[in-house]
């Protein structure tokens, strides 16, 4: 997990609830993904950003999802009204030339999320 | 559509034994075959990964081979150990020149019992 910090990593929230999800390289990048988790549809990318600018969000299911990126340092994904469907267990993930000259991108721990 | 088909969903290996784990592609614009290793609790983490000009590579027991006619690519894993057991994703990187987006296989569940 060496590069990103999530927070939380595990959140327990009821139907109808905002909930923040939060990422924070810790390692120079150019590149921030955001991918979903489930046992159905595997690992979705929703959204990836370049030099803080989204540049695709053809992956965020509804409006409900919305994501930030105010500095290199810090991103948010936002659920608004949270939905039980919306459990799963969503990554963070950059692309470092610092950390690897091809086109790996570091995963970060993850943040479970259920909705009740 | 889906664009990257894994096969199988689950493998169970005796210690010692090889894994082989497959991947089939649709778009021939896709230039970076990756392969990532989860572990439960973890996100996942880059194993080994191939361009489509090589038609195999091999990093210890890990060896991709690479079939671009076919547009197929595959994970080999020799003499298995059980710390090996973990899912196992495929992806492809684009398409197009400049797009690092990656799409994944829905994974395989290797466990490699002793």
């Known amino acids: 997990d060496a590069g990103v910090i999530q927070s939380p990593r595990h959140e327990v929230t009821e139907m109808g609830q905002e909930v923040t999800l939060r990422c924070k390289p810790i390692s120079g990048h150019d590149y921030l993904f955001w991918y979903r988790q489930t046992m159905m549809r595997g690992l979705e990318l929703l959204i990836y950003?370049?030099?803080?600018?989204?540049?695709?969000d053809s992956g965020m299911p509804e409006d409900r999802f919305s994501a930030k990126m105010p500095n290199a340092s810090f991103s948010t994904l936002k659920i608004q009204p949270s939905e039980p469907r919306d459990s799963a267990v969503y990554f963070c993930a950059i692309r470092s030339g610092e950390l690897s000259s091809y086109n790996e991108q570091f995963f970060g721990p993850g943040t479970r999320l259920t909705v009740l | 559509q889906q664009q990257v088909k894994q096969s199988p969903q689950s493998l169970i290996v005796q210690k010692g034994g090889i894994s082989i784990i497959n991947c089939a592609y649709e778009?021939?614009?896709?230039?970076?075959f990756p392969w990532y290793q989860q572990f439960p609790g973890k996100g996942p983490a880059l194993l080994i990964a191939i361009r489509p000009d090589v038609s195999e590579k091999k990093e210890g027991r890990f060896t991709i081979s690479f079939n671009k006619s076919a547009k197929q690519f595959s994970l080999h894993i020799m003499d298995s150990q059980p710390g090996d057991s973990a899912t196992y994703f495929c992806a492809v990187l684009g398409p197009g020149a400049g797009s690092y987006q990656l799409t994944f296989g829905k994974g395989t569940k290797l466990s490699v019992i002793p």
């Open positions: 778009n021939t614009a896709f230039d970076y």
């Open positions: 950003f370049n030099n803080n600018v989204p540049i695709d």
